[in-house]
């Protein structure tokens, strides 16, 4: 057989799901990404990219050095301050990280977390994509939180520092104090 009679067809690419929320009843605040990027998948931690901004805008937010802690007192941290994370996307082929490359993706099922969290008072999506598919996937019910829509903490999303700062920095009208 010649190699011109070779058919290469090329692997089909598995798809890539989320982690499970990080939440308690205490929550009042539920941050929103779209799905993990490959370094969060690889490290099965919510923002592993070195480059991700987003432990040092909640270090900022929380008034805590979460970069400092260990990544299970991360999220024990935040669940200390009422924050909960989870993803838009329950799994999706995508090559890459980019959220631009997301396809044929399901939804989590945002309605059942929303109905567990009874101290629930808003909702912020980190980044465009998050809130473009989140909106959607939540439909009527988003009515009922205070929605914030936050520049990506993804060094993808080039905005400086400082701005996603002032942006992310509104976090703090939800934020429960770990001494209360």
Not at 139 to 160: C, G, K, M, N, W
């Amino acid at each position: 057989m010649s190699s011109s009679s070779i058919l290469v067809t090329p692997l089909t690419e598995a798809r890539k799901r989320s982690f499970a929320p990080v939440v308690d009843e205490n929550v009042r605040l539920l941050i929103l990404g779209s799905l993990p990027g490959e370094v969060s998948l690889a490290h099965a931690q919510y923002y592993a990219h070195p480059q991700n901004r987003f432990w040092s805008l909640m270090a900022e937010v929380t008034g805590t050095d979460l970069p400092a802690l260990s990544y299970p007192e991360r999220l024990q941290t935040l669940l200390t301050h009422g924050i909960g994370l989870w993803d838009v996307v329950a799994e999706a082929h995508r090559h890459g990280s980019l959220d631009g490359n997301i396809r044929n993706h399901a939804h989590n099922d945002l309605l059942g977390l929303l109905g567990s969290l009874p101290h629930l008072d808003a909702i912020a999506f980190n980044g465009g994509t998050a809130a473009r598919i989140g909106l959607k996937a939540l439909q009527d019910e988003a009515d009922h939180y205070r929605i914030v829509r936050l520049p990506s903490s993804s060094p993808a999303y080039t905005l400086p520092y400082i701005d996603k700062l002032k942006a992310w920095c509104m976090l703090r009208e939800w934020i429960t104090s770990p001494d209360k």
